[in-house]
């Protein structure tokens, strides 16, 4: 198994990246918010899993533990294979996804794009037990970033949706639109970039 990864990274897409390891480049598999932390020609490390088919080697990466521990336990439930379980990372943050298979919170669940409401019922009622085991990593949280911190955020969205394919115009209006005016969180405190980049992702998604 290759649990991880260390190089510098040659090229990000929609839905990977490319990251070069002893001279070869690696497609590496990953949901939005792990490549929008990747910058081209700089170094990054990921945490990876590789997924063997008869027909394929795969291999998925991620920014921390936390994440690929729930992309392996996803999978563990029938019917659920990786491209699902980099789905409901894509839209959920960890700790959204584990209150929702412990709560058994259905209508969370079937936002994933691919799961509806029994393949949720059926998510919950296997894993709710088990979804206590995979370790907190607690990186996402925001922390005390304060409102004059959201410049920072809004260029790093807005250039990361430029490289998923989006046009510059519609990153920053999107982006604009979920910092809003004051660029301040309902709290008072600065989104972090994971968070900006799903809305922003999610808003995108409804115009196209």
């Given at each position: 198994?290759?649990?991880?990864?260390?190089?510098?990274?040659?090229?990000?897409?929609?839905?990977?990246?490319?990251?070069?390891?002893?001279?070869?480049?690696?497609?590496?598999?990953?949901?939005?918010?792990?490549?929008?932390?990747?910058?081209?020609?700089?170094?990054?490390?990921?945490?990876?899993?590789?997924?063997?088919?008869?027909?394929?080697?795969?291999?998925?990466g991620f920014v921390d533990l936390e994440s690929r521990e729930l992309f392996t336990l996803l999978q563990t439930v029938s019917g659920i294979g990786p491209r699902l379980a980099l789905a409901a990372l894509a839209v959920l943050e960890p700790e959204a996804l584990r209150s929702a298979l412990s709560e058994g919170n259905i209508g969370l669940l079937t936002k994933v794009p691919g799961i509806g409401k029994k393949g949720a019922e059926r998510l919950s009622l296997e894993l709710r037990d088990k979804i206590a085991t995979?370790?907190?990593?607690?990186?996402?949280?925001?922390?005390?970033?304060?409102?004059a911190q959201s410049e920072p955020v809004r260029a790093e969205v807005v250039e990361a949706l430029v490289s998923l394919g989006f046009t510059a115009r519609h990153a920053e209006q999107a982006v604009d639109g979920v910092l809003g005016d004051g660029g301040d969180g309902a709290d008072g405190r600065a989104p972090d970039?994971?968070?900006?980049?799903r809305a922003a992702l999610s808003t995108l998604g409804r115009r196209l």
């Amino acid at each position: 198994m290759i649990s991880s990864i260390r190089g510098t990274v040659l090229s990000t897409a929609l839905d990977h990246a490319v990251v070069e390891v002893g001279g070869v480049g690696l497609a590496v598999q990953a949901a939005p918010s792990t490549l929008a932390t990747l910058r081209v020609n700089e170094q990054a490390h990921l945490h990876t899993t590789l997924v063997v088919r008869e027909d394929s080697l795969t291999l998925y990466g991620f920014v921390d533990l936390e994440s690929r521990e729930l992309f392996t336990l996803l999978q563990t439930v029938s019917g659920i294979g990786p491209r699902l379980a980099l789905a409901a990372l894509a839209v959920l943050e960890p700790e959204a996804l584990r209150s929702a298979l412990s709560e058994g919170n259905i209508g969370l669940l079937t936002k994933v794009p691919g799961i509806g409401k029994k393949g949720a019922e059926r998510l919950s009622l296997e894993l709710r037990d088990k979804i206590a085991t995979v370790a907190t990593d607690g990186s996402g949280a925001a922390g005390t970033e304060t409102a004059a911190q959201s410049e920072p955020v809004r260029a790093e969205v807005v250039e990361a949706l430029v490289s998923l394919g989006f046009t510059a115009r519609h990153a920053e209006q999107a982006v604009d639109g979920v910092l809003g005016d004051g660029g301040d969180g309902a709290d008072g405190r600065a989104p972090d970039t994971s968070t900006v980049l799903r809305a922003a992702l999610s808003t995108l998604g409804r115009r196209l």
